[in-house]
């Protein structure tokens, strides 16, 4: 699996990147299927925005957060984000095949 940790406007820290490999682990656990991840790290003015992408057999899943505060808090709620995402459709693609 592919995971590319980008930032547009800022400089991406071993720190916020191990972090965040850290984080994306309990969303590999629930899907194993996942080919790709891709985030994206934005500051605009004081917003700190985290958005990614995970590339899965035949579909895309997308999530987006932002905050005040910090980058890592943003991460958090991305994570918690696409780990709703990740565990419906799993959900959906398990009833699909009962």
Known sequence: M????????????????DFTREKLDKIIRHFDRIT?????FKVEKLRKIAEATIQIPRESI????????NMYSAVDGLIDKLDR??????????????
Do not use: C, F
């Open 2 to 17: 592919d995971i590319n940790i980008t930032g547009k406007q800022l400089d991406v820290t071993p720190a916020l990147r």
């Open 36 to 40: 790709s991840i891709h985030v994206i």
């Open 62 to 69: 997308n999530a987006k957060a932002e905050s005040n505060d």
């Open 85 to 98: 995402q990740i565990k419906r459709h799993k959900e959906k693609d398990d009833e699909h095949r009962s």
